[in-house]
């Protein structure tokens, strides 16, 4: 299982690096009108936008690296409509992720992995909306990912807790398997969205 997975992450590594630099410019326009038709979030735009900022959903997405699609630009159209933004922040330890509020201006510290995190005074926040990166994924919402297991723990430990909330991988279309090697610690993706496409497994 361990090596199944670890050689489709290289090959899932180049063959986004290589979509990254075809549609890098336009996904990301794509994905954000997307994401913000989708009945999960219209109901809480709205919400957004009628209730007072401290209301407004929260919305957690990630500081791209390598060649992961650029999700500043998801957050920055969520947030032109109240949504209130958070970033991952790495327990290194724990090997879970805690998010962070960010106002999309706030100077952000260096994190691991290349990765940039809100500043240690900043609320945690519990998201309405998780936007997770991923390396592959399939129609029925399993997701590779760099192999850490972070988003995998955390996603568990939201969903043992009761919390009420909403995984949206965002990929590009080519990242798309037809299956994927599934562990049984593997959380499942609630939706994917594409360039091309909304998936709802
Ligand atoms: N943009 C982004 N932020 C994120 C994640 C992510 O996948 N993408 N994470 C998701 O968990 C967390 C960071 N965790 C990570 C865990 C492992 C690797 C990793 O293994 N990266 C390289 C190895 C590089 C190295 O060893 O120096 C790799 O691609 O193999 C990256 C991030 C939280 N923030
Ligand atoms: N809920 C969990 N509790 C404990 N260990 C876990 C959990 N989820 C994953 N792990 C462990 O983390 C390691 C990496 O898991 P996996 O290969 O599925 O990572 P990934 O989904 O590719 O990475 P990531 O979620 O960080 O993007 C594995 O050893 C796995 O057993």
Not at 47 to 69: D, L, M, T, W
Not at 180 to 200: A, G, M
Request: proline share 5%; aromatic share 8%; with cysteine.
């Amino acid at each position: 299982m361990k090596q199944k997975k670890a050689a489709l992450r290289q090959e899932m590594k180049a063959r986004r690096a290589t979509l990254q630099q075809q549609l890098g410019a336009s996904a990301p326009r794509q994905i954000a009108s997307r994401l913000l038709m989708l009945p999960e979030m219209a109901g809480t735009v709205q919400k957004g936008i009628k209730a007072e900022r401290n209301e407004s959903s929260i919305v957690a997405g990630f500081y791209p690296i390598q060649s992961e699609i650029d999700c500043l630009f998801l957050l920055k159209a969520l947030n032109a409509v109240q949504w209130r933004c958070a970033l991952p922040v790495m327990s290194g330890v724990s090997k879970h992720l805690a998010f962070k509020e960010w106002d999309l201006e706030e100077e952000l510290k260096e994190g691991a992995y290349g990765t940039r995190e809100p500043l240690s005074d900043m609320l945690y926040v519990m998201p309405d909306v998780v936007l997770v990166p991923l390396l592959a994924f399939d129609e029925t919402g399993h997701r590779l990912g760099y192999g850490g297991g972070y988003y995998d723990r955390t996603l568990d430990i939201y969903r043992e807790k009761g919390h009420s909330f909403t995984a949206i991988g965002v990929a590009f279309e080519g990242q798309k398997q037809d299956s994927l090697p599934v562990s049984k610690q593997d959380q499942p993706l609630d939706i994917i969205v594409t360039e091309e496409k909304v998936y709802r497994p």
